[in-house]
């Protein structure tokens, strides 16, 4: 009787998932050697749910490891992941002078049941919690969670809507939390994490008991692979089984949905940076490959999603995936800094697409 084996679990994704992503340092090595690794992360992160159209609920950065709530509204988590961590690494290692992986295992990701309160509740407050629980910050003897920096919570949660990265879903965060987006419902969110801080100690703050008669293949936000009611753990089993079959199928390629939207949309930014730009079909053909134009618009493609290099350098007529990373890698170290023309053009298409 044959057997069907795995040596890696199916990674279930379908539009509007919410999970619980953790990932740790190779050999539980330091990710952030320094504030400057963090601001860089948290860029290639605003990147990532750039090019995705993820919702970051929730974060926090330690010194070897990150966690994230992350709401996926296509389905594409793998795809983003790849690129998130991959982005990274490339950053990280060229800034220290090192090669090699900097992640260890496969990156966990435990899928939530996110609309409901009590679930996205729990984990937000987990992640939240965290640098209380690495004794980071010192609630009994007056500290706060506000004075960890690398958090959603001083880093989105206590700032006025404007100040916030746009990735963040913030709003909707204080609201599944009663909480008004005022300064006072802002400092209401953070006194009411320090209380629970304050009331379940150092070693417990953040973590939720399941009770023993509950369906024990629930994540306890750690472990397991779900952290949601038996219903929607049963739903997942549906969608799992069907992803299953689907890789059983040599005609199945990764990241189906993800790549679809990633044409889709890619084919939209190139239709109306044309229009805004007056760019014609004509132009592309005749007009040199490191025209200001066309850079710019290659700069959003690569910055909004998952297209190519060579499908940009064809689409845009810039001779090749060579030349586009080149034009884009001196527009991004403002080679173009004094070049009234290209802030012109940065300025209409951020008009359109921001």
């Not at 070897?64 to 983003?80: D, Q």
């Not at 509740?121 to 919690?129: A, F, K, Q």
């Not at 963040?168 to 599944?176: D, F, H, K, N, T």
């Not at 690569?302 to 001196?330: C, D, P």
Request: charged share 30%; with cysteine; proline share 3%.
């Amino acid at each position: 009787m044959g057997r069907f084996c795995m040596a890696r679990s199916v990674r279930i994704e379908f539009p509007g998932a919410y999970y619980h992503v953790m990932a740790r340092g190779n050999r539980r090595q330091r990710i952030f050697r320094d504030d400057a690794d963090r601001r860089g992360f948290l860029r290639v992160l605003g990147e990532a749910c750039e090019r995705t159209g993820w919702w970051v609920h929730a974060w926090v950065l330690m010194g070897n490891h990150y966690h994230l709530l992350a709401e996926t509204p296509e389905g594409n988590l793998v795809e983003g992941m790849k690129w998130l961590q991959n982005t990274y690494t490339r950053r990280f290692n060229c800034r220290h002078g090192l090669w090699g992986r900097l992640f260890g295992d496969r990156y966990k990701s435990v899928l939530v049941e996110g609309a409901q309160p009590y679930y996205y509740e729990t984990l937000m407050d987990y992640i939240h919690l965290n640098p209380v629980r690495a004794g980071l910050v010192d609630v009994a003897g007056g500290g706060s969670v506000l004075d960890y920096l690398w958090s959603s919570v001083a880093g989105a949660y206590a700032l006025m809507p404007g100040k916030r990265p746009p990735w963040v879903a913030a709003a909707r965060g204080l609201e599944m939390l009663g909480c008004a987006d005022t300064a006072a419902g802002r400092r209401k969110f953070v006194e009411r994490l320090d209380r629970r801080a304050l009331a379940e100690g150092p070693r417990g703050a953040g973590t939720a008991e399941v009770d023993a008669e509950m369906d024990r293949r629930r994540s306890h936000l750690r472990r397991g692979w779900y952290w949601g009611s038996q219903a929607f753990g049963e739903m997942l089993l549906g969608v799992s089984r069907k992803a299953v079959r689907e890789r059983g199928n040599a005609s199945y390629r990764s990241g189906p949905l993800a790549k679809a939207h990633d044409m889709a949309e890619a084919q939209r930014i190139v239709e109306e940076g044309k229009r805004a730009l007056g760019l014609g079909d004509a132009e592309l053909e005749t007009t040199r490959g490191n025209d200001p134009r066309k850079v710019a618009l290659a700069d959003v493609l690569l910055r909004r999603t998952g297209v190519g290099q060579r499908w940009i350098a064809e689409r845009l007529g810039m001779k090749s995936a060579a030349n586009v990373s080149q034009a884009v890698r001196r527009l991004r170290l403002r080679e173009f800094a004094g070049n009234d023309e290209i802030h012109a053009i940065r300025d209409i298409l951020s008009d359109v697409f921001d």
